[in-house]
Structure formats: C-alpha cells, structure tokens
C-alpha cells in the first residue's frame, strides 16, 4: 500500500460509504489520510472534504484507480 500513495484510491467502508481521493498517507492498521476527498453513498455524491482520516478497522477495501 506504501506504493499508492500520492495515486487516486477509493476506500470502501463497513458502513457502505465510499471515499475517493488522493492518498497521502498509510499505515500498517490500515489508516488512511486521503486529500481532496469525495464522500458517496450508493454511487451518488454526498459531500466534498479537503482532508479525511479513515480508521483501518472501518475500512472493507482499498481500491488502486488506475488512470490511462
């Protein structure tokens, strides 16, 4: 994971949310700091955040976005 940072992720929480953006930080717990973040439910935008930290132990995947 070390190697995504600074790629675009998707993050995947338990609780069916979902959140985009830049990485710019993770650690082995799975904590992630992701800036420029955008907050979905269900495919449909909720919300824009500058900055968000995600706790590991609410974390169901990270997806890598690659970009062509």
């Given at each position: 994971?070390?190697?995504?940072?600074?790629?675009?992720?998707?993050?995947r929480?338990?609780?069916?949310?979902?959140?985009?953006g830049?990485?710019?930080?993770?650690?082995?717990?799975?904590?992630?700091?992701?800036?420029?973040?955008?907050?979905s439910e269900?495919?449909a935008?909720?919300?824009?955040?500058?900055?968000?930290?995600i706790?590991?132990?609410?974390?169901?995947?990270?997806?890598?976005?690659?970009?062509?």
């Amino acid at each position: 994971m070390q190697k995504a940072t600074n790629k675009v992720v998707s993050v995947r929480l338990k609780s069916e949310l979902e959140y985009r953006g830049k990485m710019s930080n993770v650690d082995p717990y799975m904590n992630v700091i992701l800036v420029d973040a955008v907050e979905s439910e269900n495919g449909a935008p909720k919300a824009n955040y500058g900055k968000v930290v995600i706790r590991g132990n609410n974390v169901l995947y990270i997806r890598i976005e690659d970009r062509l």
